[in-house]
């Protein structure tokens, strides 16, 4: 069956780095487009970035745009997001997400607290 | 403020039927397929139709999705109390080139 397991969530103060892995298993990871998905405490879900299933292709929502940066190894099944120069609303429970359209299966989520 | 604009909230008594809609623009619902998501609470979201009207395997008929223009719906019928959720509708905007939600819907089930 299919899975995906987030990790690498934690307190952190702002302006530094936090890398988010996504373990993919149950399906051919390199055939599929992979996305990160937010929820701020509370709040509605915020679509982050996606990556295409080979890497080549990667989109960013204009609120990480130049601070985030999605990538994919297909050798070890497993996405990840590289958060630099995070800030307070970064604060968010951080979806690793199948698709490259509709997103068929969610991991459960890693939270991500920004504070000093 | 997000790019889909839904309903903040949407209520019926079991066993009625109950709409969501979702509205944007012709850079996303009009000219990309929608996806609408479940999500109850402390939970991750679900997957309940793509392609603007299709059900993935396991989720029942009482569920249902339509587009027109750059408008989406999302239709529930047989409401039951494990129906209540939040749902969101989801697809891609050609001109920002990211992918958007709507602002989510809670359904009470009465």
């Known amino acids: 069956q299919v899975q995906l397991v987030e990790s690498g969530g934690g307190v952190v103060q702002p302006g530094r780095s936090l890398r988010l892995s996504c373990e993919a298993s149950g399906f051919t990871f390199s055939s599929y487009g992979m996305q990160w998905v937010r929820q701020a405490p509370g709040k509605g879900l915020e679509w982050v970035a996606l990556?295409?299933?080979?890497?080549?292709?990667?989109y960013y929502a204009d609120s990480v745009e130049g601070r985030f940066t999605i990538s994919r190894d297909n050798s070890k099944n497993t996405l990840y997001l590289q958060m630099n120069s995070l800030r307070a609303e970064d604060t968010a429970l951080y979806y690793c997400?199948?698709?490259?359209?509709?997103?068929?299966?969610w991991g459960q989520g890693t939270l991500v607290t920004v504070s000093s | 403020q997000s790019v889909l604009t839904q309903p903040p909230s949407v209520s019926a008594a079991p066993g009625q039927k109950v709409t969501i809609s979702c509205s944007g623009s012709?850079?996303?619902?009009?000219?990309?397929?929608v996806s609408w998501y479940q999500q109850v609470p402390g939970t991750a979201p679900k997957l309940l139709i793509y392609?603007?009207?299709k059900r993935p395997s396991g989720i029942p008929d009482r569920f249902s999705g339509s587009r027109s223009g750059t408008s989406a719906t999302l239709g529930i019928t047989g409401l039951q109390t494990g129906d209540e959720a939040d749902y969101y509708c989801g697809t891609w905007d050609s001109s920002l080139s990211a992918g958007v939600f709507g602002g989510g819907t809670k359904l009470t089930v009465l």
């Open positions: 012709s850079s996303n619902i009009g000219y990309n397929y």
């Open positions: 990556i295409w299933y080979d890497g080549s292709n990667k």
């Open positions: 392609d603007n009207n």
């Open positions: 997400a199948r698709g490259p359209l509709e997103l068929d299966f």
